[in-house]
């Protein structure tokens, strides 16, 4: 027999004749409400400590909210007023939904996790943000000094989150989209590691040359899409920066079933505005990006700054999604794949619109 309850005006308040319960939120597998309700107004003490015998939703530490295949990011369909393809599903996964606001806190959390540091040493990276960001927030949860060489073309938004977590900025006079592994910020940060003037004080997680960056995906990234989808994945669509993200999703996906296609999304040009994005294609080997496995990517769309930033606004409209403009580019590619093909696509929005509006504005 199920209880007669109606909801009352106060919030997640059942009532019942003359009682009131609250509504515990206890669900079933099929998401009905259990009858799990205890009366308002007796010493709830007893009563919670039986319901909740763990304290389950109380982390020891920001670093335990870091996805993996057990706490997913989240996957959300996009509806037809974005994607008038009938027979292409378009998933999206909202990497923005991370701690500390980024797909780059996957990389740095697994390059971080092994990593010993000597007393009085301290990390020091190249970023153009992201990745600096989730180490910053990393080092800081464990009391590791940090410090991080930006591009000044990088985001004014993405720099105020850096000195708000108390990082050491080197502003480098840089492209956006440096030539590996010498010029710019990642020339500074090579000579601050292997000079012999700093005796060793400086190390580097170097997302550029660690296969702990691609590993990362393999082990989380992948594993999730997997799960998410029931393996029901035809193509994955992903932005290509230092390479980790279609690396390591695309080598599990393809290990699960090698018909999935991988294609990568780069900008149309070298100097481009999609912050943490590299134009690959025509790179000069000595430069190609060290941990980028070119065999598990069957396709390279380029997209332009407009189409990114157009879609990335459209999306906002159509699906209330706030995402940064590299989801844009990685969404015009796979928009434009599904006027052609059927089936599902993943796409990877590697984070969210906040660290752009100024760069966003210029298009509104
Ligand atoms: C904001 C952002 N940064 C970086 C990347 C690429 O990451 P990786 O360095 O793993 O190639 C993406 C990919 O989608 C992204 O959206």
Known sequence: MGLVVRPCSRTRCLEKGDMHFLHTGITNESGDCLAALYRLGRPMNANVKTLFPRRDEVYDSIVDLIPGPDNPTPMVRVGARFNSNADFE??????????????????????????????????????AGNTGIALAALANAQGIPIEIAVPDGAPEEKKAQLRFLGAELIEVEDELCPIYPSEGARGVVKSMVESAAYRGKYVSPNQYESELNV?????????????????????FFAGIGTGGTITGVGRYLKERNPNIKIIGVEPALRHHRLSGLKRVTGLPEEHFPKILDRDVIDEFVSVTDDEAFEAGIRIARSDGMLVGPTTGAALHAATEWGAAHRGTAVVISGDNAAKYASAYADYL
């Open 215 to 235: 590993a990362a995906h393999y082990c989380t990234t992948g594993p999730e899409i997997w799960r998410q989808t029931g393996g029901d994945i035809d193509y």
């Open 90 to 127: 378009l998933l999206v996964k909202l990497e923005g939904m991370n701690p500390f606001g980024s797909i780059k806190d996957r990389t740095a959390h697994f390059m971080l996790k092994n990593l010993q540091l000597d007393n009085g040493q301290s990390l020091v990276e190249p970023s």
